[in-house]
């Protein structure tokens, strides 16, 4: 492994963890010292997004878990709460075990976890997600979400 502060390609793991998303490796590196950390996870199979558009793209979990950082931000909502979210999310779509995936079955996933998390979240994911024109659009979807 190369030290991203010298380049040095000799590295020792002083700290190994294990979990269900990865393998956390704390580092340190043999000539200047510092320390870092890497995580390794399985490579899956590519996994391809139909976009409402008809458009493919390749799953993206970075953007994913972007998307969902926007709704969170500024809510009682942890990064510990958000990462474990996307973790499921892409479990969720991972376990159907088909190679292409629509773009509104995970916006689904996505809402329907949020809700649980941060009404407000969700609120402010599903405006995005389905393209809230007007304040009646808002007004709707919170009178929906209190019946629930």
């Known amino acids: 492994m190369q030290c991203p502060y010298c380049e040095e390609d000799n590295t020792r793991v002083v700290e190994t ?19 870092f950390t890497t995580y390794e996870r399985v490579e899956t199979q590519q996994l391809r997004v139909i976009k409402k558009d008809g458009g493919r793209e390749l799953f993206n979990r970075e953007k994913l878990l972007q998307g969902i950082i926007v709704s969170c931000e500024k809510r009682p909502v942890t990064q510990e709460q958000i990462e474990q979210l996307v973790h499921e999310i892409e479990q969720d779509i991972r376990k159907k075990g ?28 599903a405006s995005v997600y389905k393209q809230f024109t007007d304040v009646k659009s808002f007004q709707e979807e919170i009178a929906t979400l209190r019946k629930k």
Not at 18 to 33: G, P, Q
């Open 17 to 35: 963890r294990e979990s269900v998303r990865a393998t956390r490796r704390r580092r340190e590196c043999i000539l200047c010292k510092q320390r």
């Open 98 to 125: 088909d190679a292409e995936v629509q773009s509104t079955y995970i916006g689904e996933i996505v809402m329907k976890r949020l809700q649980d998390i941060d009404q407000v979240a969700y609120i402010r994911f």
